[in-house]
Structure formats: C-alpha cells, structure tokens
C-alpha cells in the first residue's frame, strides 16, 4: 500500500492518496474544494492535483472518504465525483446527528434530508469497507465532532481532527455537539489501544512555531508526546485543558461556509437566478455580551440615530 499526500496551505488541511501499486485501487481522504472568502470565488486547484496524481498512476479510484463533516474547508468530494462519476462518497454514520443540528442553524428547513442520504455509504463503527483489494475498518472517534471517524488500512491510521501531531495536541471540543470527554474516551479507548507501531496520518498540521510540515506520527509517539492526551493524561486534567483552550479560540475562519456544504456532502447550494448563495447565521453560538447603558444624562440628550433633540 502507497501513501501520497497532498497539503493545503491555506487551511492547513492534508489529503491522502492511499493505493494499491498492484491492483491500482485507490481511495481519497478528505479532498479540499478551495474557497476565497473575501469574493465568494470557488476553485478546484487542490482536487485538480489529486485528480491529476490519479491519472498520472492510473489509478482506479473507489471511495471519497470523509472523517467528518470538516468545519474549516469545505469539501471536494463532489468534485472528485465529476471527474469519476462512479466514485462513492462514505463517512461515519453519526453525521445525521450533525445534519440535524445545523439543519436549524442554517434554517435550511424540513425540505432538508437528516438521515444521511447525501451520501453513498454511512458506515458502521467497526465496518470494513472495500475498495477493490484495499481494506479499510471503520473506528468511530467522536468528539471533535459526534460524527468523527478514524479508517485503519493496514498499518495505518487516518484520524482527521482527533489527534494532530504530538506538538499540536488534539482537536477543538466546542462545536455543537462536541465533547472534550468524548475526544478523551476516543483517544484512549480506540486509538492507543493499537499497537504502538501503527502510523498516524493527521488531517491537519499547523506548524507550530513555523517548523516544516508534518503529518505522519505513531500511536507509541502521541502516547508519549503529545502536549495535550499522553497516555498517562488523566480525563480530568484533559478535559479541563481542552475546555479552557477552547474558551480562547475564534471560530475557524470558514465555520459556516464549510459546514453547511460538507452535511450536504460537498454539494454547494442550488441556484437562484443562476447563482449560488451561502448562508451566514449571526451570533448562532456565542451571542455577544448586552450593550452597556449609557449615563442617564447623554441617554436624554440623544436621539436613538445620534443626533442632537
């Protein structure tokens, strides 16, 4: 089995190429749609290039996989879906839950599925799903998310948001949903339970302190290193530091943006009069705190436009 990754600088995000030198069996994890906030402007740039790795290797590609329903990029999978069409797209099958809570935040209304059927396959926690002669189980690792899968394909295990590399520590709890003690229970009850010699391949990788890129660890190095979960990190120590780092995080910068494609399984809105619109919820998780009162004096003096009465 050959590993080739592709990495997104602009929101950190890895994508992996895992294939069959023999067989030519291939499948994707968590392929980026590139989005430009300021001007609304998609592209295809980083599908591009897996596509073009694809072909290069003549590889026959089975499965789009996704760790969960990405809140910081939205998702190529549909883009891979044009250029194979018979491309199937799986992620864990928790993501109704996801699909239900943020059908309200987006009022996107009943007329929206919430039983995952956006999707070609939802899998089972343990499910071993095939890809031609590439075998790949499924171990559900909520927390991040509800909805948070970990695929093990032989040796090797892709955790999307679960774990990052040790220097980075392990991903944000505090999304609808999320639970630091679900992440705990994920971290030490799934994935140190592997042998120590399995691979990690991380979803992201931040570069903390500008160092170069760097995706793969080993379940024996995170139990060791990692600066948030070692394997002797108690529940309690952990969960009272994911929560407080939480508390001083912003919101990522395409939060909105991307989950509401990627509970739609990467398919952007309908067009209205031949374009596409997203929605913007304001204030949907932490509400601003009220406005402080005016002294009494200038309340009477002022006009609630400003002006002078």
């Known amino acids: 089995m050959e590993i080739s990754t592709f990495f997104d600088e602009r929101t950190s995000t890895l994508t992996y190429v895992v294939y069959d030198p023999t067989s030519l069996d291939a499948v994707v994890i968590d392929p980026v749609m590139d989005f430009d906030p300021a ?15 694809l072909n290069e290797h003549h590889l026959k590609l089975h499965y789009v996989l996704e760790t969960h329903a990405h809140a910081d990029h939205l998702s190529g999978s549909q883009l891979l879906k044009e250029a194979c069409p018979n491309v199937k797209v799986a992620i864990g099958r928790r993501i109704t839950e996801v699909q239900s809570t943020f059908r309200d935040v987006f009022a996107l209304g009943q007329g929206f599925p919430v039983d995952g059927r956006q999707f070609d396959r939802l899998l089972d926690d343990g499910e071993v799903l095939e890809a031609g002669t590439i075998k790949l189980r499924t171990i559900f690792t909520p927390g991040h998310t509800p909805a948070c899968a970990s695929y ?15 220097d980075s520590g392990a991903g944000r709890c505090d999304f609808p949903g999320g639970s630091a003690t679900a992440l705990f229970a994920s971290v030490q009850q799934r994935i140190y339970q592997l042998p120590d010699e399995t691979r990690i391949f991380v979803g992201h990788d931040y570069q903390p302190g500008g160092r170069e ?10 139990k060791r290193a990692n600066v948030a979960l070692k394997a002797d990190t108690s529940q309690v120590d952990f969960v009272t530091f994911r929560e407080k780092r939480d508390a001083t995080l912003p919101a990522p910068k395409l939060l909105f943006q991307s989950v509401q494609v990627n509970i739609d399984a990467g398919r952007l809105p ?15 998780f ?19 436009g400003g002006r002078q009465g």
Do not use: H, N, W
């Not at 001007?39 to 790795?53: N, P, Y």
């Not at 093990?152 to 040790?166: E, K, N, Q």
């Not at 890129?213 to 995170?222: A, D, F, W």
């Open 39 to 53: 001007g609304g402007a998609i592209s295809r740039q980083s599908v591009t290039k897996v596509v073009d790795f």
């Open 152 to 166: 093990l394909i032989d040796d090797a295990l892709f955790t999307g948001d679960a774990l990052f590399m040790p």
């Open 213 to 222: 890129l760097r995706y793969q660890t080993s379940v024996g190095e995170q």
């Open 270 to 284: 309908e067009p209205v009069g031949g374009i596409r619109y997203l929605r913007m919820p304001l204030d949907a």
């Open 286 to 304: 932490r509400p601003p705190p009220p406005m402080p009162r005016l002294e009494l004096e200038t309340c009477e003096r002022a006009t609630p």
